[in-house]
């Protein structure tokens, strides 16, 4: 019963992304990890919770959290991902960022080295301008490199995006157009490198994400992540007035 419920809707997410169906969809740009192949997955479910705190006590004080989840189940020649996020930062006793995100994502292999993906996500960051934004987009992607140590995937596909933004400035829809990379080498067993580019392409606004991250694993449930982010947009919302906003984070990852 649950295997048909989660096959139905990957069929939706699917089918909804390539014909570009208007309603307020969803993906978050920072959470946009290829999913692996499903035919050569090692087990029919993965899920992992993550979680970071780094702080600063002084001179000056401040504080980050950051808290994640993700599962996902493979069904050749399916895949498919569940996953939700948080990060709240404090600088002398004010808040400087709150951002939540939710969605899910879809993989259909075509054949062993073609697919079709989707996906959808909300997320909120009112310190950029924006008090939601939903998207869906969907496409074709490649498996580039399929080696044990390195593997390399492009996706490129139309979307939709629903900006609601803060202060009661209104809101805006875009169509757009994404395009994603992921790239990761195994050192070792124990040792992970990945790096994620993408970007949304949209009139008046293009929206530049990279996650760059090491992994390393303590023992078989848990893994230490160092990770880097930069997120870029060309027009920022709101009262928004930088550019680019950096994370940089270490978290330990809860493996089940």
């Known amino acids: 019963m649950a295997h048909t419920l989660l096959k139905k809707s990957s069929l939706f997410l699917v089918g909804a992304s390539l ?9 978050d740009i920072t959470d946009f990890t290829v999913l692996d192949d499903p035919a050569s997955a090692k087990s029919p479910f993965v899920g992992n919770a993550e979680a970071g705190y780094t702080g ?21 020649p399916w895949s498919y991902s569940l996953w939700a996020n ?52 969907g496409g074709y992607g490649r498996q580039i490199w399929t080696g044990p140590n390195n593997t390399l995937a492009v996706e490129v596909g139309p979307g939709f995006r629903h900006d609601v933004y803060t202060h009661g400035a209104g809101s805006k829809n875009r169509i757009i157009l994404y395009g994603a990379a992921t790239y990761t ?40 992540a160092l990770s880097y982010s ?27």
Request: hydrophobic residues 30%; glycine residues 8%.
């Open 19 to 27: 014909m570009g169906a208007a309603l307020p969809a969803m993906a």
């Open 56 to 76: 600063n006590s002084g001179n000056s004080s401040s504080s980050n959290l950051n808290a994640a989840f993700t599962s996902t189940w493979y069904h050749n």
């Open 86 to 137: 948080a990060t709240n930062s404090k600088s002398s006793g004010s808040r400087t960022g709150e951002r939540y995100g939710l969605g899910g994502r879809s993989r259909y292999n075509l054949d062993k080295l073609n697919y079709l993906f989707g996906q959808m996500s909300w997320e909120s960051n009112r310190f950029s301008g924006y008090r939601d934004r939903y998207i869906v987009d």
């Open 185 to 224: 080498h195994r050192f070792s067993k124990s040792a992970t490198f990945s790096e994620k580019l993408a970007t949304e392409i949209a009139a008046g606004n293009t929206t530049t994400s990279s996650v760059t991250a090491l992994n390393v694993a303590i023992n078989s449930r848990f893994t230490l």
């Open 230 to 256: 930069l997120e870029n947009n060309t027009h920022p919302y709101g009262g928004a007035t930088h550019k680019t906003d950096t994370t940089t984070a270490v978290s330990i990852i809860y493996g089940f």
